[in-house]
């Protein structure tokens, strides 16, 4: 079909839009935005700056996709938000540019941002995020894949969520959150591995058992963090996807995993 502008709707002459695309009413797509095939931002959205929308994704009432970084370092510059396929941002999401000059932050492809929820400057996130209502991301924090993100949480600046963690509501992060664990609580700890949410990625029973082994040993043996690193790596498994994930994210953390309970 072809693209369908509302009459009301505000499209900056720098604007770039793909085919059979729609803006609704009141909606305001401004700065040097590229909005991306099949796209839809709905009525009173706001799309503007340096940002590059995918294509099918969906923008809700309300929502403000690449405005100004909150960042007090801004020095002004052109910095953007470059954004995936498929994304849906739901009512009065606010998503913002990078704050340095040339840089951007970034979402990939099929994440579901529902409403209230902040995702701020420089942050780096993966595919399939499911991020509840009121949720919050602070600046420069990289999210991987299949994250899920309970309603209310809020991560620091600076952390990273590790691909198939699941974080609790209410939860406050303030360390890194390694792959495949649940974490909740005030401040945040490692409650168990995510196994419902291993298993609708398509785990098997034998890659779930590896994670539980690697629960064991970073969280229940009583180990510090330098001796459990230690025995993944001598362990029988450690050659295996899930050993080498966590390993591989262990020695990336700048703030440290959080501890288990």
């Known amino acids: 079909m072809a693209s369908q502008i509302h009459p ?23 700065g040097t935005a590229v909005v991306g095939d099949g796209t839809v931002v709905h009525h009173h959205a706001t799309v503007e700056g340096r940002t590059l929308l995918g294509r099918q994704c969906e ?20 910095p953007g938000l470059r954004v995936g396929d498929r994304n849906v941002f739901r009512e009065y999401v606010t998503v913002h540019s990078a704050t340095k000059d040339g840089e951007f932050t970034v979402l990939g492809h099929d994440n579901v941002i529902l409403a209230y929820s902040h995702v701020a400057h420089d942050c780096v996130i993966g595919d ?12 420069h924090i990289i999210v991987e894949d299949h994250v899920n993100i309970g309603w209310g949480t809020g991560v620091h600046q600076f952390c990273r969520v590790g691909a198939h963690a699941m974080l609790g509501g209410l939860a406050k992060v303030v360390q ?15 409650r168990s591995i995510n196994k ?20 064991r040993i970073l969280f229940r043996e009583g180990l510090n963090r330098a001796q459990a690193i230690e025995k993944l790596q001598a362990h029988p498994e450690a050659a295996s996807a899930e050993f080498q994930r966590m ?5 990336a953390s700048q703030r440290g995993m959080m501890p288990g309970n």
């Open 247 to 251: 390993l591989t994210f262990a020695a």
């Open 8 to 30: 009301t709707a505000i499209i900056e002459p720098e604007v770039q839009l793909g085919a059979d695309v729609i803006i609704g009413a009141y909606a305001y797509v401004g």
């Open 59 to 78: 923008v809700f009432p309300y929502a403000a996709i690449g405005t100004k970084t909150h960042d007090l370092k801004f020095r002004g510059g052109n």
């Open 176 to 190: 890194d959150v390694p792959p495949f664990m649940i974490v909740d609580g005030n401040p945040a700890v490692i």
């Open 196 to 215: 419902v949410g291993l298993e609708r990625s398509g785990f098997s029973p034998a890659q779930i058992e590896r994670v539980k082994h690697l629960y």
């Open 128 to 139: 399939h995020l499911v991020m509840s209502s009121q949720s919050a991301l602070a600046g």
